[in-house]
C-alpha cells in the first residue's frame, strides 16, 4: 500500500485483528466505501453502513470480543470518515489505492469495490445524477465503467479497457470531487427551497416549530452494550452520552432519532440505545 497516515496504518491493523470469517474490509476498499457514502446523493446514516465494514448485518451477532474493542474501531473508521469529508471540502481528496511493489503498480480495483458497495445501498438514488448536469454524469459513467472493468465484464473495446486502467488512479479522485460538488449543490438548492416559505412571516416560522413542545422523554438504556454517542447530521461524534442520560426525541429517521439533551444540544443518537420513554425531573 502507499504510505499512509498513522491513523490509517492503526486502522488496517484493528481490521485486521477482527476474525477471519467476518469478511472486514482492506483500508483501500473502506476508503472508496467512504467516499460512496459521502458523495451518495442520500444522506446514509452510519447505523446502516458501518456493520458492512466489518462484514455483518444488525441479525447477526457481533464480531467484536467486546465493547472497547468496537468502540476503538467505529472510532478510527469515524476518524477517517470526517478526514475524508474535509479533504472533499477542501478539495484535496486524494484515493487510498494499494500498490504492487514489484511492478510500482496502483491497483485501483480494491477502491472501486468498496465504492460499489456503497452504491448498492442507494441504488435509485444514483439515478438522480444521470439527469444532473453533464459533468457529474459522466463522472458517475465513468466509475460505473470501472466497477465493469474489475468485474472483467466491461463491452469497451480492449485498448479502451487499457486506457481506463492505466489512467483510473487519476481519474477516480476528479471524478469523487465533481460528484461531491454536485450532491452539494443539490444540497444547497433544496435548503433554499426550504427556507423561502420560511421566510413570508415569522407566523410561519412559529407554526413550524411548534410540534417540539410534544416531544417524548427518553433515557439512554443501561442493558445494551454498544458505543453510545451524539452525532450531528453528517454522522460527526459530537459527544459520548452515559447510560440514564436524559433527552427528548424531537424526530425519527429509520433506526435513529434526533433528540435534544437537558442542556439544549441536538443530534442523532441509534434507537437501540434509547429507552423510551420516561418522565424527565422537572
Keep these: 500500500m502507499q504510505n499512509i497516515p498513522r491513523r490509517l496504518k492503526l486502522l488496517e491493523k484493528k481490521l485486521a485483528s477482527l476474525p477471519i470469517d467476518s469478511d472486514a ?7 472508496g466505501f467512504l467516499a460512496g457514502i459521502l458523495v451518495c446523493p442520500d444522506l446514509i446514516m452510519p447505523g446502516e453502513w458501518l ?5 455483518s448485518d444488525e441479525d447477526e451477532a457481533p464480531v467484536f470480543e467486546n465493547a472497547r474493542q468496537a468502540e476503538q474501531l467505529v472510532g478510527l473508521v469515524m476518524e477517517h470518515y470526517n478526514a475524508t469529508a474535509n479533504d472533499l471540502h477542501s478539495g484535496c481528496y486524494a484515493p487510498v489505492f494499494e500498490v504492487d511493489a514489484r511492478h510500482d503498480e496502483t491497483l485501483w480495483e480494491l477502491w472501486i469495490e468498496g465504492f460499489e458497495t456503497a452504491m448498492q445501498l442507494r441504488p435509485d438514488s444514483w439515478a438522480d445524477i444521470l439527469k444532473g448536469d453533464e459533468k457529474a454524469r ?23 479497457v487499457q486506457e481506463l486502467t492505466e489512467k483510473a488512479p487519476d481519474l477516480i479522485p476528479a471524478w469523487i470531487e465533481i460528484l461531491n460538488a454536485w450532491r452539494v449543490s ?5 435548503q433554499l427551497r426550504r427556507n423561502r416559505p420560511l421566510a413570508r412571516s415569522a407566523a410561519t416560522i412559529h407554526a413550524r416549530a411548534a410540534p417540539v413542545k410534544n416531544t417524548k422523554s427518553a433515557v439512554v438504556s443501561t442493558n445494551r452494550q454498544g458505543h453510545r454517542t451524539l452525532t450531528d447530521l ?6 459520548k452520552m452515559p447510560p440514564e442520560t436524559l433527552m427528548k426525541v424531537l424526530d425519527r429517521k429509520g433506526t435513529w432519532l434526533r433528540v435534544r439533551l437537558q442542556d439544549g444540544t441536538e443530534g442523532w443518537a441509534a434507537s437501540r440505545y434509547v429507552a423510551c420513554c420516561r418522565r424527565s425531573p422537572n
Design 25 to 31: 474490509m482492506l483500508v483501500s476498499e473502506l476508503d
Design 51 to 55: 456493520p458492512l465494514v466489518w462484514g
Design 138 to 160: 459522466m463522472a458517475l459513467t465513468g466509475l460505473v465503467m470501472l466497477i465493469d472493468i474489475a468485474h472483467a465484464e466491461s463491452d469497451l473495446a480492449e485498448q479502451e
Design 186 to 190: 443539490q444540497h444547497l438548492a433544496s
Design 234 to 239: 453528517r454522522s460527526v461524534r459530537l459527544l
